[in-house]
Nanobody, 121 residues
Framework: QVQLVESGGGLVQAGGSLRLSCAAS????????MGWYRQAPGKQRELVAR???????NYADSVKGRFAISRDNAKNTVYLQMNSLKPEDTAVYYC???????????????WGQGTQVTVSS
């Protein structure tokens, strides 16, 4: 079975930084786009950032200039560097990946269980 496991969340003061990691494991042929989503209490889950296999990135307007997504294809891992954190960044952050398994042609989406990020003022 394919699994995505996030790590790196925690409590940080406003203006601080955190680096999230998400590692995919299992029987994997290839991973296409990977991304980070977040969900704050009482709100819908929203896209934070995503990155293609070759490194093309997209960011939500609210995090542009503060967050940076990257990936290490050899490790099947995606990262989210979060700088200048604000209280409104507080949410559960979820990893997402479009993964192709051996014997299939097209990928399907997988989700991690989430990691809590809390930013205090």
């Amino acid at each position: 079975q394919v699994q995505l496991v996030e790590s790196g969340g925690g409590l940080v003061q406003a203006g601080g930084s955190l680096r999230l990691s998400c590692a995919a494991s299992g029987t994997i042929f290839s991973i296409n786009t990977m991304g980070w989503y977040r969900q704050a209490p009482g709100k819908q889950r929203e896209l934070v950032a995503r990155i293609t296999y070759v490194g093309v990135t997209n960011y939500a307007d609210s995090v542009k200039g503060r967050f940076a997504i990257s990936r290490d294809n050899a490790k099947n891992t995606v990262y989210l560097q979060m700088n200048s954190l604000k209280p409104e960044d507080t949410a559960v952050y979820y990893c997402n990946a479009d993964i192709i398994i051996p014997g299939t042609v097209w990928g399907r989406l997988y989700w991690g269980q989430g990691t809590q990020v809390t930013v205090s003022s």
